[in-house]
């Protein structure tokens, strides 16, 4: 099981809104990451992300990217020889959502990930964790009417910016 942990994170607040590469406008965020809890109520502090930078970015295409969620975008994730990685967040009083978004170097988003989930009734969670070398692991927990259930997925970020799973466990 993945452990939670605080981690220091430069939280992108206004970057990115001039126009140009995602490779020139958003800070890096260093490796191994740990998407967790730490991680994601640090946003609560941040100003949402501008309505420029939400365009730019194609995030109108995601799940409850409409009012009330705010959007956070933490920044790009460091992984070399792969298309741009971002991080980026959904929150909401009642529940926040965390994406690995992959990018083409003209800016058009290839593929997203759902890295991070947590809502206040506790029934279902969701953490991730970065590898140096682009290999993501997801570790869901569910509790439902059949019991808990545990996975834990390993994904790999291909050279072309599709993720695909490589491994997967379930208890």
């Not at 365009?55 to 956070?72: C, I, K, M, V």
């Amino acid at each position: 099981m993945i452990q939670k942990a605080v981690i220091a994170v430069t939280v992108l607040i206004t970057a990115g809104t001039a126009a140009g590469s995602l490779q020139e406008d958003i800070n890096v965020i260093p490796l191994p990451l740990i998407i967790g809890d730490s991680l994601a109520f640090s946003l609560d502090e941040s100003a949402p992300i501008s309505d420029e930078l939400f365009d730019r970015l194609y995030l109108s295409e995601f799940p409850n990217t409409g009012s009330p969620y705010a959007q956070h975008l933490c920044g790009k994730v460091g992984i070399e020889g792969t298309p741009i990685l971002l991080l980026f967040f959904q929150n909401y009083t009642e529940e926040i959502y965390g994406w690995l978004i992959s990018y083409s170097k003209d800016d058009q988003v290839i593929d997203w990930l759902s890295v991070y989930y947590w809502n206040s009734e506790g029934f279902v969670s969701r953490n991730g964790y970065v590898d140096t070398d682009g290999t993501v692991i997801v570790n869901e927990w569910l509790i439902d009417a059949s019991g808990e259930t545990t996975s834990i997925d390993t994904i790999s970020l291909m050279e072309n910016g599709f993720f695909g799973v490589t491994g997967s466990t379930k208890d």
